[in-house]
T-cell receptor
Framework: GDSVTQMEGPVTLSEEAFLTINCTYT??????LFWYVQYPGEGLQLLLK?????DKGSNKGFEATYRKETTSFHLEKGSVQVSDSAVYFC?????????????FGKGTLLTVNP | NAGVMQNPRHLVRRRGQEARLRCSPM?????VYWYRQLPEEGLKFMVY????????ESGMPKERFSAEFPKEGPSILRIQQVVRGDSAAYFC???????????FGQGTRLTVV
């Protein structure tokens, strides 16, 4: 079945450091890929998405590129801020019959220190 | 424009009791999804409902768990005779169609003691 594997956390960085959170997937067909963020005490929010190979999703300085050849969708940000501290989830949604289901990774806790 | 509202945010139940989790979708949304996040795990799909219909309950445990989304009122996830293994965060999401973006609530954290 469809699955997502993302980098284990927690990740602790200093402000203005470079961030990478790795995400790889296994899926049949042509999935759409997502990064969700959960700030403390809040629900999951869609951060960015990509719907086909080589697409780049971007939002709030975060980027991720859909790499079909490596089945990856790594999240990057050039300069993190304290306000980026949150849990980040990589997810996919397949294009097949059950195309409403999201398959999530375990989440990566990011803490950014001043 | 209120988002997806879940209540309660935290719920403590003793083993054997019933837990009822509520989810009010965003205004205009008629599709509701429930996900469960066990400790150290990602969110796992449980059930997909439209008004008065269960579309896909393939992720629901076969016993003790049920879900409904009545014509009026919130969606309810009901867990009967809770056990310690039911302790988890339960997230609800809603959308205005099966293929469109789903918006998530803050979750209900169930603790079974």
């Amino acid at each position: 079945g469809d699955s997502v594997t993302q980098m284990e956390g927690p990740v602790t960085l200093s402000e203005e450091a470079f961030l990478t959170i790795n995400c790889t997937y296994t899926a049949t067909g042509y999935p759409s890929l997502f990064w969700y963020v959960q700030y403390p005490g809040e629900g999951l929010q869609l951060l960015l998405k990509a719907t086909k190979a080589d697409d780049k999703g971007s939002n709030k300085g975060f980027e991720a590129t859909y790499r079909k050849e490596t089945t990856s969708f790594h999240l990057e940000k050039g300069s993190v801020q304290v306000s980026d501290s949150a849990v980040y989830f990589c997810a996919l949604r397949n294009s097949g019959g059950s195309n409403y289901k999201l398959a999530f990774g375990k989440g990566t806790l990011l803490t950014v220190n001043p | 424009n209120a988002g997806v509202m879940q209540n309660p945010r935290h719920l403590v139940r003793r083993r054997g009791q019933e837990a009822r989790l509520r989810c009010s979708p965003m205004k205009g949304h008629s599709h509701v999804y429930w996900y469960r996040q066990l400790p150290e795990e990602g969110l796992k799909f449980m059930v997909y409902l439209q008004k008065e219909n269960i579309i896909d309950e393939s992720g629901m445990p076969k016993e003790r768990f049920s879900a409904e989304f009545p014509k009026e009122g919130p969606s309810i996830l009901r867990i009967q005779q809770v056990v310690r293994g039911d302790s988890a965060a339960y997230f609800c999401a809603s959308s205005d169609g099966g293929k469109t973006e789903a918006f998530f609530g803050q979750g209900t954290r169930l603790t079974v003691v």
